[in-house]
């Protein structure tokens, strides 16, 4: 059933959560139509509103008559809904347990300290955050390493539920490097996910939806209007 009915998902092409949604329909194979919310900040289309009238944010899944709110959980959806190879959840309890914990924990932590970097507004705060965000980096490598088994990804040889969570990171932490001159991915600190990201960037699952750096900065700058 979930072959034939409609597929539409509404995003935001600036959207970290949105660029979730994307590489898991991608990794399933699901033809869909994109509906783009370009300024969803500042305008949201009734649609939007309508699918999504508690958080009235992007993404959202609209599958047949049904809508599907919160990045996290139209991957999950998508995973079930389209029970085909690869499977984006890990397939033992144990694994697939963990994974939603790490992923919940970008969410609730990393972004947290993401946001604190952005908003500081003195020497002292912008320290405390940056080392908060370190920390919350460091404990991403220390998981990468152990989920990976030294192979390229969070779920081994392919793209899995914590390499799709871990994603939207990137498009922010490299808006915070180039806003403020301080590096957060390391060589010297985070080797695997500075390797991870070059990976996962140039995957054919990702790369037609991810924006590049240089766009998601000048975004940002005219978002902040910042010169």
Not at 29 to 49: C, I, M
Not at 67 to 84: G, K, R, T
Not at 99 to 119: H, N, P, S, T
Not at 184 to 210: C, D, N, S
């Amino acid at each position: 059933m979930a072959q034939n009915d409609t597929v539409k998902l509404i995003g935001s092409w600036s959207s970290p959560y949105s660029l979730r949604a994307r590489v898991a329909l991608h990794l399933k194979s699901v033809k869909y139509e994109y509906l783009d919310e370009p300024d969803v900040l500042k305008e949201k289309s009734e649609l939007l509103l309508k699918s999504n009238p508690i958080h009235k944010k992007v993404p959202v899944l609209l599958h047949g008559d049904l809508s599907i709110c919160e990045s996290l959980n139209v991957v999950q959806y998508v995973d079930e809904a389209w029970p085909s190879v690869p499977s984006i959840l890990p397939s033992q309890p144990y694994d697939r347990a963990s994974a939603r914990f790490w992923a919940q924990y970008i969410d609730d932590k990393c972004f947290a300290a993401v946001d604190a970097v952005v908003g500081a507004k003195d020497d002292e705060g912008k320290m405390a955050a940056a080392g908060k965000l370190m920390e919350c980096l460091a404990i991403l490598e220390e998981t990468f390493q152990k989920s990976s088994k030294g192979l390229g990804f969070f779920g081994g040889e392919t793209i899995g539920y914590l390499d799709i969570a871990c994603s939207a990171l990137l498009g922010p932490i490299s808006v915070i490097e180039a806003f403020s001159g301080v590096k957060f991915l390391r060589q010297e600190t985070t080797p695997g996910l500075i390797q991870w990201a070059e990976r996962f960037r140039a995957h054919e699952a990702v790369k037609p939806y991810m924006p590049t750096v240089e766009e998601v900065v000048a975004f940002a700058k005219q978002k902040f209007n910042v010169q």
